[in-house]
């Protein structure tokens, strides 16, 4: 059984930083890619960052270039976002996903989701 676990989100002010886990089980950890994506309300879910499983290539949106960083702790079968700089627009619930194929920076070539952690940015 996949399952994708989210956690370390929470309530911070502008400036601050926050990193964010995603614990994976029920599949082949490294031979997969990994990415964040982020929904805030009343707005469609949108990318955010993405590690390829295969040589750690990245991709990041252009909101968060600089600011945010993903990576991957094979041994531990989790992925990372390392977030910084933070501001009042990168409120939203934060979900990782496995990717099935295609671009990355679409969420339907995602499968499997997990349910998201919570981030607030006061400012």
């Known amino acids: 059984q996949v399952q994708l676990v989210e956690s370390g989100g929470g309530l911070v002010q502008a400036g601050d930083s926050l990193r964010l886990s995603c614990a994976a089980s029920?599949?082949?950890?490294?031979?997969?890619?990994l990415g964040w994506f982020r929904q805030a309300p009343g707005k469609e879910r949108e990318f955010v960052a993405t590690?390829?499983?295969?040589?750690?290539?990245?991709y990041y949106a252009d909101s968060v270039k600089g600011r945010f960083t993903i990576s991957r702790d094979s041994a531990k079968k989790t992925v990372y976002l390392q977030m910084s700089s933070l501001k009042p627009e990168d409120t939203a619930v934060y979900y990782c996903?496995?990717?099935?194929?295609?671009?990355?920076?679409?969420?339907?070539?995602?499968?499997?989701w997990g349910q998201g952690t919570q981030v607030t940015v006061s400012s």
């Open positions: 996903a496995s990717h099935l194929g295609g671009t990355y920076m679409e969420p339907k070539n995602y499968g499997y």
């Open positions: 590690l390829i499983w295969n040589g750690g290539r990245t």
């Open positions: 029920g599949f082949t950890f490294s031979s997969y890619t």
